[in-house]
């Protein structure tokens, strides 16, 4: 049984920083292609980034320049470090993975995380 486990979530004010990760175990799902989104009160789940194993990246327009993704393929690891966040990050972020590096671009994954909490005051 697959299971990503993500870590990092948290209460940050205004402006701080966070580093989430996310580790995937188990056989049943690929990570070709792994991936953060996020889904805050009321709205849909929505790609902050994503990144292939060969590295092509996909970034949401609102965090380009403020969040880094970035792999650990030996350790089928993915970060995701998010700078000068504003409470418009808020959110439950989902770690994603699949067996089709397309994925980063249509949000198709195999395989979901429980979710991490960030909270972002003002």
């Known amino acids: 049984q697959v299971q990503l486990v993500e870590s990092g979530g948290g209460l940050v004010q205004a402006g701080g920083s966070l580093r989430l990760s996310c580790a995937a175990s188990?056989?049943?799902?690929?990570?070709?292609?792994m991936g953060w989104y996020r889904q805050a009160p009321g709205k849909q789940r929505e790609l902050v980034a994503a990144?292939?194993?060969?590295?092509?990246?996909n970034y949401a327009d609102s965090v380009k320049g403020r969040f880094t993704i970035s792999r650990e393929n030996a350790k089928n690891t993915v970060y995701l470090r998010a700078n000068n966040l504003t409470p418009e990050d808020t959110g439950v972020y989902y770690c994603?993975?699949?067996?089709?590096?397309?994925?980063?671009?249509?949000?198709?994954?195999?395989?979901w995380g429980q979710g991490t909490q960030v909270t972002v005051s003002s």
């Open positions: 188990g056989s049943m799902c690929s990570t070709d292609a």
């Open positions: 994603a993975a699949g067996s089709t590096s397309w994925s980063i671009f249509n949000g198709e994954y195999e395989c």
């Open positions: 990144m292939t194993s060969g590295g092509t990246t």
